[in-house]
């Protein structure tokens, strides 16, 4: 099986801070990558300027390879703390999909004691959902 990782954000632009694991996103997500060994990481290009645009540029590396599961690292950051857990976004393609979903929050909750949001899954169904970008692919 062949995975890709995102790392979410970019080295001028870090990322939500996080209180928990007390560092950036960015800087967070280096360190799991790390921890992973040898995989395929993408990292959005800091140079272009307009948000959209760069997404849509790591999207097309990224389809320029056959991945099975490309998996996009993120974590917010919000004033009311009753507004946090873990969620996973994903680009319904087949059952696989929402199996891999899953499968990755419960190792994140598990393994971080960090709570499960609003079921711990979320489908992306529509282009107008936040992180649909990143499936440049139309489902199969």
Known sequence: MR????????????????????????DFYNKVIDELGCVDTFYHDSDINRYTSRIKSTANKINKVNYDLVI???????????????????????????EYASLFSHI???????????????????KNDRGFVVSMREPC
């Open 72 to 98: 996009e690292l993120h974590f917010n950051s919000a004033v009311h703390t009753s507004a946090n857990g873990c969620e996973t976004l994903y680009y319904y393609r087949s059952i696989k999909s929402k």
């Open 108 to 126: 994140v909750t598990k393994e971080t004691s960090i709570k499960s949001r609003n079921g711990g899954v979320k489908a992306l169904t529509n």
């Open 3 to 26: 995975i890709a990782f995102v790392l979410g954000h970019h080295e001028k632009s870090k990322g939500a801070y996080s209180n928990y694991f007390c560092m950036a996103e960015w």
